[in-house]
């Protein structure tokens, strides 16, 4: 009895596997799957998230063309928010200077014409400063990443000091850009209501007078062209830009040594050690240097020269920590 059991179980497994192959054999067989090894799904292709060298130098050619229209921009900037100032203290010198009653004089009249085309023009090219300030930012933010991973070392050394000139920049192009807003929004919206003009109305009068015609620039004598032909006056005519004064300050309060002050090449002054001074000059754009009394430097040695928009009140804090 014992002995039939083996067979019994060795019966039943045959049974079991012929049953088994026969169901395989009527199902049809399924594609096996790749779970590992070589895939053969055509050729492998390398991306390239960061660019290569040549794609690095286009963003640096890139962010110095675009500095280069900015310091054009903020230049004509300049110059048209220097005439408006002159503009508006030759309309308050002629009005003090001609006798009419006291009324007249607590009700001053914009010099309308003569205001509207140099404070449009200066509204026109701040924008625009702004505007490439927006591409320089996207400009700057690549380079910083691309530094930041290594990438300048696979430049030559020309675009290496460009990369290292760049990133110096950017903060400048940050001050320049609150300087100007300071000197539009502050220094020129603080002097029109003091000769009655309106914002508004000098920005569509100008629109007007522009939409007229060619204009002279601000940079040439009023009543006259590029050309050389004479120019019908707008209204009042804009004496020759006489410059408004700014207060400036310098401070020295952290160096023990006095410092002297050079603008545009000229020593104006000298502060003292742990000092602070103020000095006056032009508004608009300057070249300023400071350098200590006992220094052997000059002015105009790398470094020493930084370009400024001086305004009523503008200030610089030399550290010497």
């Known amino acids: 009895m014992l002995a039939r059991r083996p067979a019994l179980f060795l019966l039943a497994a045959v ?19 790749i779970l590992s090894g070589f895939r053969m799904e055509g050729n492998s292709r ?16 890139q962010y110095y063309d675009l500095h280069t229209r900015m310091q054009a921009a903020r230049d004509d900037f300049s110059r048209n928010v220097q005439l408006t100032l002159a503009s508006l203290a030759a309309a308050r010198d002629s009005r003090s200077a001609a006798p009419s009653a006291g009324a007249d004089k607590r009700r001053p009249t914009c010099p309308l014409d003569a205001v509207a085309v140099s404070y449009r023009r200066a ?23 691309l530094d930041r991973l290594g990438e300048t070392t696979s430049l030559t050394p020309d675009y290496r000091w460009r990369v290292a000139r760049a990133l ?27 000769f009655g003009c309106e914002a508004q109305r000098l920005m569509a009068r100008g629109a007007e007078l522009l939409a007229n015609g060619p204009l002279p620039d601000a940079a040439e004598p009023p009543g006259s062209s590029p050309g050389g032909g004479a120019v019908a006056p707008l209204g009042e005519v804009v004496p020759a830009p006489l410059v408004s004064g700014a207060t400036f300050f310098v401070d020295n309060s952290s160096c023990p040594g006095p410092a002297r002050v050079f603008l545009d090449g000229a020593i104006i002054g000298e502060v003292g050690p742990h000092a602070k001074a103020a000095f006056r000059a032009s508004v608009g754009p300057h070249e300023l240097c400071l350098l200590a009394a006992t220094s052997t430097q000059q002015c105009g040695t790398p470094g020493t020269v930084r370009r400024i928009h001086v305004h009523d009140g503008w200030a610089i804090e030399l550290r010497c920590d």
Do not use: N
């Open 168 to 194: 110096k920049l950017y903060p400048q192009v940050l001050r320049d850009f609150r300087e100007m807003k300071l000197a539009f929004q502050e220094v020129v919206a603080d002097e029109l209501p003091l």
């Open 46 to 61: 390398l991306t390239i998230v960061f660019g290569d060298a040549a794609a690095f130098r286009r963003h640096i050619d």
């Open 123 to 145: 509204y026109d090219h701040g924008q625009h400063f702004h505007e490439l300030g927006k591409a320089l930012e996207g400009s700057h933010a690549s380079i910083v990443e």
């Open 15 to 33: 049974a079991a596997a012929a049953c088994a192959a026969k169901t395989a054999s009527a199902t049809p067989l399924a594609a096996p799957e």
